[in-house]
């Protein structure tokens, strides 16, 4: 009887764990709209409240790889391009098929993760034989593939349909009413702006939804014992391959999503080191590392922290990247440093131990 | 005289404390064994001593030194060698390279050939797989390797974390002979054991751990016929 | 057949310079097993430290490069001691991640100092080319000087992780630190000099590639840096002459992808390679097979 | 070094704290002035920055003082709409930016529709000037694609033409594939078209190769004159001898520091402005810009700089004054910037169409003996 | 029929021939030893039985199915289950979950209905935690069940290989070194919990053990390997008195 008892609180230990990192989102959400209702929030602010929901569900998907599956990938942000050019793509040539925005948008979404998945699948199956560092530069590698080969695809609509290169836009012979509608590396212009924070906290919680709920499940377990020791969960016949592949491409998939939220928030979308580069996909590991490794929680908080802080920093100018790289440097220390982290446990240990004495 | 002298040793792992203000003395030329039951605190005080980890308060002394503060490498240079538990073979060096580096701390080329070529008639297993990686070797080679590069440096002082583990029964003997012959040599002995039997055997003091605190201490073979230590470590 | 050749040759003078930063590259990452990201921006420091020398102050190549390189080893000193070192025990991904912060802070310092500006850079090689076939294939002196450069570089660093105690305590360092330590050596100054030994072969390294590529901005270690990462790993990361072999590799693959194939795709198809190399061999070119004992 | 020393982006200017708002001009600039398009962005900050403090000193626009407030993008989208959106917030009246094309079109989804104001300098790609609230001062990337094209063939400087661009970058592209599509009509033949991208921008070995081996009279850079100066060496090194022919961007090329001049013997270029001109105008804005900044200023500080004089003469024009809000500062230097005619840096009796495009005459410029001369 | 029956397995690396001509037959249910001096190829047996290795001759049959060179989770599959000399946990998962992802074969319910919280996944994880609590018991580590692995004591980790091997309802065990470490009072105790197993759980058992109170103790039949070959195969009190084994293996 008492044993029993035990098990649901370990159930309600994680669903509490999980209904708190909901419940912080929903209440950033409602408190960030009550604001905007008041009138309390600045330009700035409102204009980056989408991109902080975009790095949101970015830091939180790759946190399914690195921490989940323990595989570093150095690539995420191919994926969110792939997910940002198929929708946007998508979004354009539906214009005027789809009037309504807020079904466009669904559909939009829906091609993003699916593209983004099937990269996931295409690039992960040889890639997951490799292991550690090996890993993860192919999938740097990968990334920068992608992104090389969107800067070079030119597509075109006109009266006898679309027309398609790779060599460059006078390669599509368009007729006079031609219009471009990816230019290479002038990318797509015109994607409409549907991105909304409403929507962008929906599919956080959505992407939480995913990832909480994997976690916690028969193939979370087999993940995260692949990640432990690859050996052993082999010896006990689980198919490595299988889960390995099944969090990558769910990881990419999402990633996909925050690309769509990406490409419908600006009116122009390039492919260019910054946004889909590795810098990108290095900045989400960043994200996901300072947040804590496998930690999602974390991973929500740094991304919204660093994404915010350059903002911050905006009245130190010239100073402002070398302020912030100053500070990232001394938080990884400071999070993550053994022998700070032991005095910090000890400090509370001890308040702790004070606190219940009192 | 006390070689290896330890005072009021505690020792954390975050917030867990390992050991509870632990002290205990090694004279020269002892053989002196340190039991108790799993997770007592026995690997956490080898640590300790040769500094891998840092104690929060206490200290240790190393032949008249005070090294709690000493950085682990130069309580090496000063002739301390440790046996760590889980062999810590360097898995893509060669078993000679491993042998090598085990007497890093020394310059006479010759005496190192010396006791190279005094290792491999110990353990001929090692001269037969010099080049093999040692990574490869099976589970009791490399506790033979690890002895090995242990012995290597020479020491004054030797601390050796369940050595026998993994052994067979006729390397078990060989190893506690070995242990014994070393001890003749000149070099005293600080050994932990699961096998509190056979080390009580050759030890002339000892002390027991539990949970973080010595219990007992005394001389070896009174403590084989301790009541309690019987019932608790000795059970046939 | 001619114009092969010239590209070829032109591939071999890109390669060389990805060959001698990738030598660095994988010293680091062999010995510290650090993915050290802030390399190639230790590169570029020392290409301007040679810049300020040369141009600026007027002195001589040599000096130039001496004082970059006694630059660059201080700040690869001072790097590893004060972002890398706290973090020594933590995952090494966290340190992948203080390497990242310190690239982003050397290159503001740069843009600070220097400003934003290209510099075009001497050279500080002033052996002439090699003219071959009537004047028609020409090998520049940087590409004759890097070469050389990378081979003394490989053997005196494989003779000095071979033959001497300080390298044999590099490899101890680098399998297990806590057994290295056991073993008498000190593992902090054992990685300060990885670091030392990386970031002198930095500032090499910076020299020759401004030299090759004449020009200096405060990102030009990045692309390099990456690129010569990827070709430490095509050669197998941790192989030092791996390391020289990749660059080369690699060198040659970008020059004839870009003359055959596509000028705009030709990275693409660098890392398609390495990719379909990774493959075939997981391990990279000259990469040890890591086989773990069950 | 060409730092700035940070005033541009403080707020105010020494003028007494009631000036803002009410009695002075909100100028927001964007540009990247961090990471690796930096070079572009510090120009254009400095040159604006130059050209608010003579007009403050001169008096201000009719009468009513400048404030100056230019933030980083990085040269991202994203981040320029960030930038955007902290200098609404900041109470922005008219829009100097963005430097470069991808934000400047991202950012002008969101002016236009706050009705504000937006004069790129140096915003080269045709939908930076999209919507009618955006103008822009320099040429767009088709109408130089062409001009040079026509150039060349007018002038029967060569038949045989290599072209070697950056694909990875909106401008380059841009003139590029106008000039291709150009050249045809003009008898020009392109014997090789080669491209290179950001991430592969110092080894033009190949394509100067292939540019050789093809037998062209002449190689097209429609790049930025950080890579052609590279090109440029690459060229001397290999011995190719031929003439090089670009455009705005390449004009800087001679200030690259320690740059061998020697190189850029009789490389010609179609740019409105050069900071060699002997006018009186460029002499007296390169001479205080390399006082205040410690260097030659390039197109870019040149482009940033009419444009603040253009917002000064549109302003005057419409009588905006500083107490109007945006919306209608915007509609009154709509209409005045198709009425306004400027003698700036970049081009004498410069004008607007409402579409947005400058018009004003390219100037061919050679360089010889190391200084640019017209040609 | 003999559950397991292997028939002149070998392998080499580089020269060296691990295991040799190696042949062995186990009846059901039997609790048989794998003894030998150290490097004498037993692990590396273990190892080509669970296909970490793959035999370069012999055939391995386990319940008349030919299993050689299969995968290792497909052996596992078959029904064979192991422990490693070296302790191998997940140890980032707690206790409880270690033994969950040992029945991750015998309970199933597709990633969807895990994500989406469908009625199965409550049912499906209820059956697992009441099966990996009863094996918990089994070694008494159900108190220790929401620890990490990683925090377990030596001794409790290797109970706890036991249990996560025993989850995936095999029906050869493999123990390599099952008492390492373990104090002679610990050894007991665990002689006592794998006869519980075997018996219990209608199990087969084939160990690796140095430690000859626990082979003499508990083991029916022995198979002693030198230099990779099989030395003597018999009834353990046999085989413990033949003095060639003596001679090689046990000393004195
Ligand atoms: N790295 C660590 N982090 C946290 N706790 C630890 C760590 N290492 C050991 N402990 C804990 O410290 C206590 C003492 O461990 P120690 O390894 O010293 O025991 P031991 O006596 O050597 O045991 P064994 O016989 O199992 O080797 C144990 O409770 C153990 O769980
Ligand atoms: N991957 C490998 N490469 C080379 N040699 C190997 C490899 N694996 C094992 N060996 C060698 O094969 C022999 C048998 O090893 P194995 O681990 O099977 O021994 P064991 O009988 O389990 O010994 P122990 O009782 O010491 O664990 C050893 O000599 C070992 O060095
Ligand atoms: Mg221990
Ligand atoms: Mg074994």
Known sequence: MEKSNKTNFHLSKTLKSNLITYGIVIAAFLIVQLLINAGQVSSLMKGLLVPLCIYTILAVSLNLTVGILGELSLGHAAFMCVGAFSSSLFSISMLEAIPNSGFRFFLAILIGAAAAAVAGIIIGIPVLRLRGDYLAIVTLAFGEIIKNVVNVIFIGKDSNGLHFSMKNAMALNMEKDGKMILNGAQGITGTPKDSTFFIGVLLILVTLFIVLNLIHSRSGRAIMSVRDNRIAAESIGINITKYKLMAFTISASLAGVAGVLYSHNLSSLTATQKNFGYNQSIMILVFVVLGGIGNIRGSIIAAITLTLLPELLRGLNTYRMLIYALILIFMMIFNWSPKLIDLRKRFFHKNKAEREKV | MAILEVKDLEVYYGVIKALKGISFDVNEGEIVALIGANGAGKTTTLHTITGLLKSATGSIKFDGNDITRIRGDKIVGMGMAHVPEGRRVFAALSVYENLKLGAYTRRDKNEIEETLQMIYKRFPRLLERKNQPAGTLSGGEQQMLAMGRALMSHPKVIVLDEPSMGLSPIYVSEIFDIIQEINKSGTTVLLVEQNAKKALSIANRAYVLETGDIVLSGDAKELMNNDSVKKAYLSE | ?294 | GGKSNGTATTESKTESPKASGEGSFKIGGIGPITGSTAIYGQAVMNGAELAIKEINAGGGIGGAQIEYNFQDDEGDTEKAVNAYNTLKDWGMQVLMGTVTSAPCIAVGAESSNDNMFQLTPSGSAVDCTKFENQFRVCFSDPNQGSASAQYIGENKLATKVAVIYDSSDVYSTGIHDKFISEAGTQGVEIVADEAFTADNNTNFSVQLQKAQDSGAELVFLPIYYSQAALILAQAKQMGYETSFFGCDGLDGLLNVENFDKTLAENVMLLTPFAADAKDELTQKFVASYKEKYKETPNQFAADAYDAIYAIKAASEKAAVTPDMDASAICDGLKKAMTEISINGLTGENMKWTADGEPDKAPKAIKIVNGVYTAM | MALLEIKNLGISFGGLRAVDNFSITIEKGQLYGLIGPNGAGKTTMFNLLTGVYKPSAGTILLDGDNITGKKTKDINNAGIARTFQNIRLFKELTVLDNVKTGLHNRYSYSTLTGILRLPKYYKVEKEMDEKAIELLKVFDLDKEKDLLASNLPYGKQRKLEIARALATGPKLLLLDEPAAGMNPNETTELMDTIRFVRDNFEMTILLIEHDMKLVSGICEKLTVLNFGQVLIQGNTADVLNDPEVIKAYLGE
């Open chain 3, 1 to 294: 057949m001619m114009s092969f050749i010239s590209y070829f040759i032109n591939g071999l003078s890109l390669g060389s310079v990805y060959a001698i930063i990738a030598l660095g590259y994988t010293m680091v990452y062999g010995i510290a097993k650090m993915l050290n990201f802030a390399h190639g921006d230790v590169i570029m420091i020392g290409g301007y430290m040679v810049f300020t020398v040369v141009s600026t102050m007027g002195l001589g190549p040599v000096a130039g490069v001496l004082l970059a390189v006694i630059l660059c080893t201080v700040l690869g000193v001072v790097i590893e001691g004060v972002a890398y070192r706290p973090l020594r025990m933590a995952s090494p991904l966290a340190v992948l991640i203080t390497a990242i912060g310190v690239s982003y802070l050397l290159q503001n310092i740069a843009l600070l100092v220097f400003g934003s500006n290209p510099k075009s850079f001497t050279s500080v090689v002033t052996i002439p080319a090699l003219k071959l076939a009537n004047g028609k294939l020409t090998i520049s002196g940087e590409t004759i000087v890097t070469i050389i450069s990378c081979v003394v570089i490989m053997i005196c660093l494989t003779t000095f992780i071979k033959k001497t105690k300080a390298g044999q305590a590099m490899l101890a360092v680098s399998e297990d630190k806590g057994a290295a330590q056991l073993m008498g050596i000190n593992v902090d100054g054992t990685i300060a000099l990885t670091f030392a030994i990386g970031s002198a072969l930095a500032a090499v390294a910076g020299a020759l590639l401004c030299s090759a590529y004449p020009t200096l901005t405060p990102y030009t270690g990045s692309m390099p840096g990456i690129k010569a990462f990827v070709a430490a790993v095509f050669g197998g990361i941790g192989s030092i002459p791996g390391a020289l072999i990749g660059g080369l590799l690699l060198g040659i693959i970008e020059n004839l992808s870009k003359a055959y194939i596509s000028s705009q795709l030709s990275d693409a198809i660098v890392f398609g390679v390495l990719i379909v190399v990774l493959l075939v061999k997981p391990t990279g070119i000259l990469g040890k097979k890591i086989s773990e004992k069950v």
